[in-house]
């Protein structure tokens, strides 16, 4: 874990504005996915490709991807949670180091080693499937996995087999009680690229789920129920310095 970060405080402060936290997260259903520490912790946002980077530029990068297009003000995209149904139960991402999910991130990606201090990882324990076996949902941020569009997620097997690779992801996350194939249902924004920001459902079919580019499910949020992962708030995250590197 990170323990000492050097932020600007103006910069700090603004994100500060833009993103809130989960706080007061409720308990989840027992046979959802289970918490290796019970611990929350605040995670990331998005974070602009650059050959220099830094926390405080990937800072400042991030409050820039959150800027909402005039048609997008007031319409409950104000801030990176507004989306999320009001039933949705919320969960903050996993604060134990996983050394298999390091290593996933670092194989399947190709992080050299003078990024890994600079690549954070979250993720959590769910049953996608309900078959009593965890899942790990991995969301990775850092120069090589994250662009305007959102950042990179593996979908690994609780033994560190890769099972799926995602782009363009943002958190957080809702995983939906709707089953479908097999598998529950996957709603997050879509955003980046000039696109309309957007609600989109990934569902499962042909042995993987749909990607986010890919889907053309564009959803209201407000009829979904489920619980959202990588619950997480930036500005905190980075303040607290209670996040995960490929260092740990």
């Known amino acids: 874990m990170k323990k000492k970060l050097t ?16 706080s007061g997260l409720p308990m989840l259903p027992k046979n959802f996915g289970s918490s ?17 980077y830094s926390l405080e530029e990937e800072l400042e990068s991030g409050m820039e991807g959150m800027e909402l297009d005039e048609g997008m003000q007031g319409s409950g995209f104000d801030d990176a949670f507004a989306w999320l149904p009001a039933s949705a139960q919320r969960m903050a991402s996993e604060t134990a180091p996983n050394e298999l999910v390091r290593a996933a991130i ?14 954070r990882y979250y993720y959590n324990y769910v049953d996608l499937d309900d078959d009593g ?10 120069p090589s996995v994250s662009g305007s ?10 033994g560190g087999e890769v099972l799926q690779t995602f782009t363009l992801v943002n958190p957080p996350v809702l995983v939906t009680d ?30 993987a789920y749909e990607t986010v580019s890919e889907t053309e ?6 009829i979904l129920s489920g619980t959202a992962i990588l619950c997480n708030d930036l500005a905190a995250d980075l303040e607290s310095g209670n996040f995960l590197t490929l260092t740990d």
């Open 133 to 142: 076996n965890n899942e790990i949902f991995v969301l990775a941020a850092g």
């Open 178 to 207: 709707e089953i479908i194939n097999g598998y529950r249902e996957l709603a997050l924004v879509r955003s980046g690229g000039g696109a309309e920001t957007e609600v989109v459902l990934l569902s499962y079919g042909n042995g």
């Open 7 to 22: 932020v600007m405080i103006g910069v700090t402060a603004a994100a500060s504005m833009l993103l809130f936290g989960c």
């Open 106 to 119: 670092i194989d399947e990606y190709m992080i050299p080693e003078e990024e890994w201090e600079a690549t």
């Open 149 to 158: 569009g959102g950042s990179s997620a593996l979908l690994m097997e609780e």
């Open 36 to 52: 290796q520490d019970g611990e929350d912790v605040y995670a990331a946002e998005d974070a602009d490709l650059q050959e220099e």
């Open 217 to 222: 499910t564009v959803i209201d949020p407000d």
